[in-house]
């Protein structure tokens, strides 16, 4: 057999039928809903169909849920109602639902993971765009949109067109005081915000075979960013290490079983991509943006570009569109930008490491500016106060919340204010994304820890930890 | 779903590349049923003077886009509001690939045209503002306001579920057999899955 990529192999297994037009019906080994859900349940009902397989489906609220004071219940009515649908409609259906109640409740992308809910090998869809974070175990995972939900829920498959695939390769040694984040924030510079539109790609390269399970879920996370639907990392032992023994992981009986199915995913020497990109990992800094796409990002140490400077008409007016809504003067450095709030969590960067790179940067500091700490999950959040990390964000001012969406997309409240800069872990930068006239500045959760205690964007690499 | 077949209607152009979905629809407003009538949300935050709000546009069916619109979140509400809205079709160089999706799943065709092309049809509409844009599907054809005609590609089977306003979900159900049996094969291959 001709040599295959890690992709082609996964899409290969999930065939279920060749339809029209080169539009192939896939089969969805596990589908993943939040309370965005209530669409596609509504669908559902209307034309009175149920759902085919609630073992393959599993929910938890996130986008919705209070970060704090969540024991007196959800204030907001609408809120409310919205995950009181995610109960009722899992319940009748005979989904599995991680309820705001149970320890094990967080954000989508981090509990399949957390779960062993996401493997290799596996088709997961997520009415979420980042979902492509489970891409980080070799699994083929993707956004869907509501009607799509209504047609997995109903079918337990989805008719998809081929994506094209890209490798992108980060080699080298990733240089220290470089995250995850920096890397994949340096690729979307790269490749640009559509560059990886209508593809799906393969990280792969030194540099990411080094990056632990909680690195690559960063990395994979946010390859919609790129315009990707679907990011992936080849399985290997790391993946195998992180998965053993999780929940939902092949039982001990299965694992040796499951394990040498793994080992066959992997791209194989010799299989041709459809474009390939090479990051080299000395270019690679901290990083942080200046504008509205998450594609608009310089090392810490650069300047918000000049529009003068660019040729392109388009390019030039959405950069200077850009720079009018983030309240920023061409030339000026970014380093020592002024805060005024900061967020750190998100599906990005809401993990056990996560918060440990952020703690060690606050430890025995003082946050200056208002700033929130949301753990990814129940697990993440017990895991950290197990380390004392809470001790050492309370102790620094930093607000310890409950797990959620939170400030990433503001949907439970958690907004900035008009005008407010904010230095953000999160994954879009988009006007609005974080309250209407919000200011957003993404970055790593080090550096986001750096400016709750100076106020700046700061190069974390000149603080002493 | 309302078929699909020619359109002629006034088009508007929008210039920026890599409008995302927040723009089209800010995340405060998906909590709302769709029966909430989403059009009221369309581009909620832009200025007054946001070129939909201007009156030359306001019975635009098309919009002509700039590269890498929709991209973003995969919230299906961005289409709702467009569509709600009365826009049938989109007119650009790119979409994001989650956005384009749900443009067929609710009967809006995204036509692909080269970014030259696309850019001057917006040119047009910017000389001549309200002028009509025609969309021939069968044809597979954008007649711009001046004569200029571009062919675009569609796939057969999008094309077709546009023109008979299908719902692919009953079109799928056909493949029971195929579904029940593959999922017999997974049974025995991978066994630690449900």
Known sequence: ?465 | MERFSTLTAVAAPLDVPNVDTDQIIPARFLRYPRSAGYERFLFHDQGPDFVLRQPAYREAKILVVADNFGCGSSREGAVWAIKGAGVRALVGPSFGDIFFENCFKNGVLAVVLPREAAADIRRQLHDRPGALVTIDLGGQAVTAPDGTVHRFEIDPYRKTMLEEGLDDIGLTERHEAAIAAYERRRREETPWLP
């Open chain 1, 1 to 465: 057999m001709a040599p295959r990529t890690l992709f082609e192999k996964v899409w290969a297994r999930h065939v279920v039928a060749e339809g029209p037009g080169g539009q192939t019906l896939l089969y969805i080994d596990r589908h993943l809903i939040h309370e965005g859900g209530f669409h596609a349940f509504e669908a559902l009902r209307q034309s009175g169909r149920r759902v085919r397989r609630p073992d393959a489906v599993f929910a938890t609220p996130d986008h919705y849920v209070p970060t704090a004071g969540r024991a007196a219940g959800i204030a907001d009515p609408e809120a409310r109602v919205r995950v009181e649908s995610l109960r009722a409609d899992t319940r009748a259906a005979g989904i599995t639902l991680f309820d705001l109640d149970d320890p094990r409740q967080g954000i989508v992308h981090v509990i399949g993971p957390e779960q062993g809910i996401t493997q290799p090998g596996l088709t997961i869809v997520c009415g979420d765009s980042h979902t492509s974070t489970h891409g980080a175990f070799g699994a083929l995972a993707f956004g869907i949109g509501a009607s799509e939900v209504a047609h997995v829920l109903a079918t337990q498959t989805l008719w998809q067109r081929k994506p094209k695939v890209m490798r992108i390769r980060v080699e080298g040694e990733r240089p220290p005081g470089v995250a995850a984040k920096d890397v994949i924030l340096g690729i979307i510079a790269a490749i640009g915000a559509g560059g990886g539109t209508g593809y799906a790609v393969e990280y792969a390269g030194s540099v990411i075979r080094g990056l632990s399970m909680e690195e690559r879920m960063t990395v994979c996370n946010m390859s919609i960013e790129a315009g990707a639907r679907a990011g992936m990392i080849a399985p290997d032992e790391t993946t195998f290490a992180y998965l053993k023994g999780r929940p939902f992981a092949p039982p001990a009986e299965h694992w040796e079983r499951a394990v040498a199915f793994w080992r066959t995913l992997p791209t194989d020497e010799g299989a041709v991509f459809d474009r390939e990109v090479v990051v080299e990992a000395r270019d690679l800094a901290p990083r942080v943006t200046w504008g509205t796409s998450p594609q608009d990002s310089v090392p810490i140490t650069g300047r918000v570009p000049d529009p003068a400077a660019v040729e392109d008409p388009v390019r030039r007016a959405s950069m200077e569109r850009a720079l009018a809504y983030m309240g920023l003067a061409p030339g000026t450095p970014m380093a020592g930008l002024e805060v005024d709030r900061v967020f750190i969590g998100s599906c990005t960067n809401s993990r056990l490491e996560d918060l440990r790179a952020a703690a060690a940067v606050v430890k025995g500091r003082r946050a200056v500016v208002p700033a929130l700490v949301v753990p990814g999950s129940g697990l993440v959040k017990r895991a950290a106060e197990a380390e004392g990390l809470h001790e050492v964000f309370l102790a620094a001012g930093l607000e310890w919340r409950d797990s959620g969406c939170s400030m990433c997309v503001g949907m439970n409240g958690d907004l900035a204010r008009a005008g407010e800069r904010v230095a953000s872990t999160s994954n879009r930068n988009f006007e609005g994304r974080q309250g209407k006239g919000a200011r957003t500045h993404l970055m790593s959760p080090a550096m986001a820890a750096a400016a709750a205690v100076t106020g700046r964007l700061t190069d974390v690499r000149e603080m002493r930890i």
